[in-house]
């Protein structure tokens, strides 16, 4: 009686670089997760002898909208490539050295606008509790080599969807 159960939850580790300032002028490769995976942005067709082509569903299409609305909400912001995947979103942001607010809202503040303002969007389409993961993935990009090997993996996603670490049929 009154005994502490033990908590056997994985712990979160913190995604983030410590001590890096993400609102600093540079390249940064994201990733967003819908939540629990599900494919619901966009299908992949044509893989095989036809070249793969994607098909954004509503959400994808509203998800493709407020990504590309983020550099007019944020002048030194630069969407460099993206892919909009069944269940997940690459993309390079792309930072400039211009002046900006200040403080100027890092990566994170930019990621988490853009979920936030893609859920409401999608919430007209039709209602979703909850359409991303809480957490992103994301890289400071290191020189221009790491760039190309990011951008190309962007580019050639779709091709190589049923390889993918984050591929699903649901």
């Not at 930072?95 to 990566?107: D, F, H, I, K, Y």
């Amino acid at each position: 009686m009154g005994e502490k159960m033990e908590n056997n939850l994985p712990q979160r580790k913190h995604p983030r670089l410590d001590a890096y300032d993400y609102s600093t002028a540079g390249a940064y490769f994201i990733t967003i997760c819908t939540q629990n995976r599900r494919c619901l942005l966009s299908s992949i067709v044509g893989r095989g002898l036809a070249p793969a082509e994607i098909r954004l569903t509503p959400y994808g299409i509203v998800a493709r909208e407020q990504l590309l609305l983020l550099e007019k909400r944020y002048p030194y912001l630069k969407i460099d490539q993206y892919v909009i995947m069944p269940n997940h979103i690459h993309a390079i942001f792309q930072l400039a050295e211009t002046a900006g607010a200040s403080p100027r809202p890092t990566v994170t503040d930019i990621v988490c606008a853009y979920k936030s303002l893609t859920t409401r969007a999608c919430k007209e389409i039709a209602p979703i509790q909850k359409l991303f993961q809480t957490s992103f993935y994301d890289h400071v990009i290191r020189g221009q080599a790491d760039y190309n090997e990011i951008a190309e993996y962007i580019i050639n996603n779709p091709k190589q969807w049923e390889l993918d670490k984050l591929y699903s049929t649901e």
